[in-house]
């Protein structure tokens, strides 16, 4: 059984276009996921990576949105926007309300999944209450005592740790899958992490190199 650790945004395209791949490859055999949603743009500059507003206009065009197109086909996962209308807006409330998710217990992945398909398909704000609550509710999920949680202390310093991890450990966007110490960032390692579920490849080392 391994342990994925699964850091992504809650508004992230790349982690929605990968989201229904991931769930089909874990389904297959036992494993334990860890949900680590996290504050993307603060572990972008905190990585020392370059401000996504930033960043050249070619370079935005292509990985925001020839990417995007690419990869929209390839996993059959449908895409409305190249950017929503609230897609700058606070990460805290959606991300709150998953980590409160998974302090109850509850099934987190279909939540995950219903933000990010609600955003990028549906233009939906995920900072806006009203807007999250139509989401749980449409995936069979009480919303009310996720949000008397989410904002509790605890929850936010959660958050909060989740960021500062992120940075310590140079993850380098969203998402990243950690399997058993092993990182694959980008949902087109994806398939690599399949083979990684059922023929972990050894952790390249120095002195692995000089062996050879």
Request: charged share 25%; aromatic share 12%.
């Amino acid at each position: 059984m391994a342990i994925i650790e699964y850091f992504y945004a809650t508004h992230s395209v790349y982690a929605y276009l990968g989201a229904s791949t991931f769930s089909t490859i874990t389904s297959k055999s036992d494993h334990i996921i860890i949900h680590k949603p996290y504050n993307l743009p603060e572990a972008i500059t905190g990585i020392g990576s370059t401000n996504i507003g930033d960043r050249t206009e070619a370079h935005l065009d292509y990985f925001f949105r020839r990417e995007i197109e690419r990869w929209s086909e390839y996993r059959e996962v449908p895409i409305k926007t190249f950017l929503p209308t609230h897609h700058f807006n606070s990460l805290v409330p959606s991300s709150a309300m998953i980590i409160a998710g998974i302090e109850l217990g509850l099934e987190i992945d279909t939540l995950a999944h219903a933000m990010m398909k609600f955003h990028w398909l549906y233009d939906a704000d995920l900072a806006d209450k009203e807007t999250l609550k139509t989401i749980a509710n449409s995936i069979g999920i009480d919303p009310m005592p996720l949000f008397a949680l989410s904002e509790t202390e605890d929850i936010l310093k959660a958050f909060k740790a989740n960021t500062i991890e992120a940075i310590d450990r140079s993850i380098f966007g969203s998402p990243t899958y950690i399997v058993d110490g092993d990182m694959f960032y980008g949902q087109d390692r994806l398939e690599l992490v399949e083979r990684a579920l059922t023929k972990p490849c050894l952790l390249y080392t120095s002195d692995a190199a000089d062996e050879e």
